[in-house]
């Protein structure tokens, strides 16, 4: 197994065996922007350039804050989804009825 070498604060830190070093990843002490370095290498690079390293963890992603996003099963869609809106829609055309009727003197009493 190869050791792993990383830059903290100006000062190289190691040499660490893989799986301890998988470990300073997973808890986030070597970061994808950390300078990391192992035997073969030509130079220092950001840990996020070598393939594997940091996207090779076991760990799944993060979940985004909120949770995951509602799905239109039957949910509540409140007044300003598109059934909301049409319930509305339909009450503004029988009021729109309702004052048409007025101004012909359907019913009585009605003033114009």
């Known amino acids: 197994m190869a050791s792993w070498f990383y830059a903290s604060e100006g000062k190289q830190q190691g040499p660490y065996p893989e799986g301890q070093f998988r470990d300073l990843i997973a808890q986030g002490v070597v970061r994808a922007d950390t300078l990391v370095w192992s035997e073969g290498m030509a130079g220092w690079q950001k840990a996020a350039e070598i393939p594997g390293l940091i996207s090779g963890g076991g760990a799944p992603p993060i979940i985004p804050a909120g949770g995951p996003p509602m799905m239109g099963g039957g949910a509540y869609t409140g007044a300003g989804s598109a059934a909301g809106a049409s319930i509305w829609h339909l009450s503004g ?20």
């Open 93 to 112: 055309q029988m009021a729109q009825k309702t004052c048409t009727l007025k101004r012909k003197n359907v019913w009585p009493g009605a003033v114009m």
